[in-house]
């Protein structure tokens, strides 16, 4: 077997282990269930879910974002110069210039995010039950006499906290192959390598806050597994279409519509990270200051691992 195969066969194992771990550990464990949780145990797990929003909300932005800007940034300026290939000296640098200045990337992870929006305003349209806010219980935001119910304002119904979960699902789903389609498409083994152990350093924890995310909002656990199993196998199957793509073989367009679809996945996650993530961990007055310390350490983690990632 030759090196490079076997590093890139490795990194696939290592890519599916770590997620399966990493994402079955709060669904396998009772202790990370909130509604048996009282007291100490609820603050922490309240601390815990606030560190899971920062790093949801750093991987959207320093990780997801970022890679689909340039990327389409990217894909737009080679079109653009194989147009003006094409046309051997007969285009307009003015406009090709302002064609270049336009924010396509902008544009397609807002369309993502309106995309949701959209699908969540049919559903409501449809199900007009869904969009009753329903009254906080005692085994969701803590013990009576410590929480007061018009303290905490609107949070998302259960109706709704699973539709936006599997947004979220769906949305690392289209991150996670194209991360392991980056991998396999390395060509020497110290960059397979050094892609692979970027993409682990951020993905465990990321994981780990899905898995934690399926659990709070009451995910029966049969279907969280059979989601955290389902998210497990979508970086190996990225990093198998690598392998099987020939190397330099790639179609015009293929990079752009690649670069468009992870665009479309960022807007969809920043828009579950904003809307129910960060709302529903905020939603309790208790301890601000260290609810903010917790968002704040989650993001600066994932902005950290930027550096390699």
């Not at 974002?65 to 285009?91: C, D, P, V, W, Y």
């Not at 998302?156 to 789903?173: D, K, Q, V």
């Not at 392991?180 to 020497?188: H, S």
């Not at 110290?190 to 995910?219: E, M, N, Y």
Request: hydrophobic letters at 50%.
């Amino acid at each position: 077997m030759e090196p490079l195969l076997g590093a890139k066969i490795g990194c696939l194992f290592a890519l599916l282990v770590l997620t399966l771990v990493c994402g079955l550990i709060p669904i396998c464990f009772k202790w990370f269930q909130t509604a048996t949780a009282t007291g100490c145990h609820r603050r922490i797990l309240s601390f815990l879910g606030c560190t899971s929003a920062g790093v949801f909300l750093g991987a959207g932005f320093m990780h997801m974002t970022a890679e689909a800007l340039e990327g389409i940034k990217s894909e737009i300026q080679n079109l653009m110069i194989q147009n003006r290939t094409k046309s051997e000296g007969h285009s307009d640098d003015d406009a090709d210039s302002a064609y270049m200045e336009y924010p396509y990337g902008e544009l397609i992870i807002s369309l993502g995010f309106f995309l949701v929006f959209l699908l969540e305003s049919l559903a409501l349209q449809c199900c007009p039950g869904t969009a009753e806010t329903p009254k906080v219980q005692e085994q969701e935001l803590g013990t009576a006499h410590e929480l007061e119910p018009h303290s905490h304002g609107l949070l998302p119904s259960p109706s709704r906290g699973p539709f936006r979960a599997l947004i979220l699902l769906l949305s690392l789903s289209f991150h996670s192959v194209f991360e392991g389609l980056a991998v396999g498409l390395q060509l020497t083994v110290a960059s397979t390598v050094q892609l692979c152990l970027a993409v682990l350093a951020h993905k465990g924890i990321v994981v780990f806050g899905v898995g934690l995310r399926l659990v709070q909002v009451g995910t029966e656990s049969r279907w969280a597994v059979l989601s955290i199993l389902s998210l497990a196998l979508m970086s190996p199957l990225g990093l198998a279409i690598g392998l099987a793509v020939p190397q330099g073989d790639s179609e015009a367009g293929q990079g752009l519509a690649q670069a468009v679809l992870e665009g479309m996945a960022a807007g969809t996650f920043l828009y579950v990270t904003f809307l129910e993530i960060l709302p529903r961990e905020l939603a309790s007055p208790e301890a601000p200051l260290a609810k903010w310390s917790c968002v704040a350490a989650g993001f600066a983690f994932m902005a950290v691992i930027a550096l390699w990632a």
